[in-house]
């Protein structure tokens, strides 16, 4: 049973930083396709963040409202992926999820990842 498990969300000043954990288990295959996806109440969903291996290389791929501030990694010895946001804004408040793609035949996009875990609360003031 795919099991994924966020922490780390909490509430930060506008300028600020918290880097998100995602811990996961149970999955098929290397886990080497998952991201980071976030929704805010009355907004769509949307993908942040994505990591997965093409060609032995490792590709990192972020929404544009994100670019810059926000870097994805992944720890396959602890099977943990980590999102480090910097220079938050009130914009990126939201409830942020970790997804996977679990067996990976292709790595879709985050919002289209078969198991997701249950989401951590990120709350910027200004």
């Known amino acids: 049973q795919v099991q994924l498990v966020e922490s780390g969300g909490g509430s930060v000043q506008a300028g600020g930083s918290l880097r998100l954990s995602c811990a996961a288990s149970?999955?098929?295959?290397?886990?080497?396709?998952m991201g980071w996806f976030r929704q805010a109440p009355g907004k769509e969903r949307e993908g942040v963040a994505r990591?997965?291996?093409?060609?032995?290389?490792?590709?990192?791929l972020y929404a544009d409202s994100v670019k810059g501030r926000f870097t994805i990694s992944l720890d396959n010895a602890k099977n943990t992926l980590y999102l480090q946001m910097n220079s938050l804004k009130p914009e990126d408040t939201a409830m942020y999820f970790c997804?996977?793609?679990?067996?990976?035949?292709?790595?879709?996009?985050?919002?289209?990842?078969?198991?997701r875990g249950q989401g951590t609360q990120v709350t910027v003031s200004s």
């Open positions: 997804a996977i793609q679990s067996p990976r035949y292709d790595c879709p996009r985050v919002n289209d990842m078969n198991y």
């Open positions: 149970g999955y098929t295959g290397s886990g080497d396709c």
């Open positions: 990591i997965f291996t093409s060609g032995g290389d490792t590709v990192t």
